[in-house]
């Protein structure tokens, strides 16, 4: 294999498209639905190229209606096909939470397992683009908080790829979230760290394992999507005061590897979790959570978290941005974390 290919480089959209195809081609009930997913390519890029391959009848543009394709979805996953349905905007799941929880998330066992959902749900998560509150949040916790499904969250393209053709693979029903500042799209300012060399044949992700992106010994920082980056960055500036910042990426939240977090905590003994999703009763409280509940007396000082504040995600930028997290915060997080001891 030559070096270009095995540093062939894509961005998430290219990558997450590139594991439907592929899927597609090995599996006819494999098909795709959502609003302008078909000759557009998807708001976001990552059903781009599918329509000509496939066409309209395995592509399927549908009206402005998610509860409707959402519960067609899980209707056909549920006799025997493996649907693949993008929400564009998470915030929309308000209209059709009915077809996502009390359907897709229960019918397995409301069944007594005699009928699995084997259908993944795409949906974008991110602000910082003045769309405002109806199309900014991430609402990670709200479905993780449900069981019944997969929750996974990719930080990079590799990721994307793999998580993506696992959850089209996987029998349960996987809520897929990807982060617009993420996905490759130039109108939304890609993060560049997100665009990573990626494999051509097709290979999984393992649902469920948090990584280690980068190696540390005086705090964890933990987070997921476009927090990771946040974290790097940080980790960077915190390096430069000679602090030595572990970075893990949880990569899915349901299930969530725990395990994989103690053991970063239990090496460094302080923690900070940075999550873009609102500040209470979410991943970072349950991170948090998970920690202390195992030992608390690995901390050397109290857990902190970055997150976005408990307000509707405002309109105007300079309010938007000084909501979000960003690696000043966690930097002065680790600030804090140490004030304290």
Known sequence: MSAAIKERKLTIARAMAEAVAQEMRLDPRVFVMGEDIGQLGGVFGNTRGLHEEFGSARIRDTPISETAFIGAAVGAASDGMRPIVELMFVDFF????????????????????????????????GAGYSDAGQHSQCLYGTFAHLPGMKVVVPSNAYDAKGLMTAAIRDDNPVIYLFHKALQGMGWLGTEKGATVAVPEAPYTVEIGKAKTVREGRDVSIVSLGAGVHHALRAAQQLEQQGVSAEVVDLRSLVPLDREHVIESVRKTGRLIVVDEDYHSFGVSGEIIASVVEHDIGMLKARPQRVAFPDIPIPFTPPMEQWALPSAAKIVAAYQNLKNEE
Do not use: E, R, W
Request: proline share 3%; aromatic share 10%.
């Open 94 to 125: 308000g209209v059709c939470m009915d077809a996502i929880y009390n359907l897709m998330a229960k019918n397995t066992y409301f069944s007594g397992g005699k009928v699995s959902v084997p259908m993944v749900l795409m949906a974008s998560t």
